[in-house]
């Protein structure tokens, strides 16, 4: 397996790390930052058909207008993942559109860089992406910044 893949893995291990959490905290867990919404998260491979399911949260929600689009997203619409190679912050990027193309935000900067090296060698297609959870700003405490937005992506990992 290619240093490439197991970084991968790693990634998707963690994704999968924070669901385990979910089922040993109580309701009232509380910690903000990364260890919210724990629940959400996942990261599944299967070996033998090498396709993987990775659930993620959605980051950078809050700028360039993404809040009013989020607004509009339902749990199960169609996601369009498109990859980012000319991003000043991250050359790594993968974006986060709607079916109708419009930007809700990027993909978590430690899954792109893993997944990217890959994607650019054509090693791994992506399958399916479908928003899996969503709270738009609108719906959270009025102490919330920003909307919130999970991502299911399904897909395959080639030789």
């Avoid at 993620?56 to 993942?81: A, L, M, S």
């Avoid at 190679?85 to 079916?99: A, C, E, L």
């Avoid at 910044?145 to 395959?156: C, H, N, S, T, Y």
Wanted: net charge negative.
């Amino acid at each position: 397996m290619l240093q490439e893949e197991n970084t991968f893995l790693v990634e998707l291990e963690k994704l999968h790390q924070r669901q385990e959490l979910s089922l040993t905290v109580g309701p009232n867990y509380f910690e903000p930052g990364m260890m919210e919404y724990l629940d959400q998260y996942d990261g599944v491979y299967t070996p033998e058909t090498q396709e993987f399911s990775l659930r993620f949260e959605v980051k950078g929600t809050r700028y360039d207008g993404r809040t009013e689009q989020i607004e509009k997203v339902k749990v199960d619409d169609q996601i369009q993942i498109y990859r980012d190679k000319d991003n000043i912050y991250n050359s790594n990027n993968f974006r986060v559109f709607t079916q109708k193309g419009k930007d809700v935000g990027n993909m978590p900067a430690d899954l792109c860089n893993a997944l990217a090296p890959l994607y650019d060698q054509n090693k791994v297609k992506f399958s399916s992406a479908r928003v899996s959870y969503v709270e738009p700003l609108s719906s959270r405490s009025r102490h919330a910044k920003q909307a919130v937005l999970f991502i299911e992506l399904k897909g395959k990992i080639f030789e």
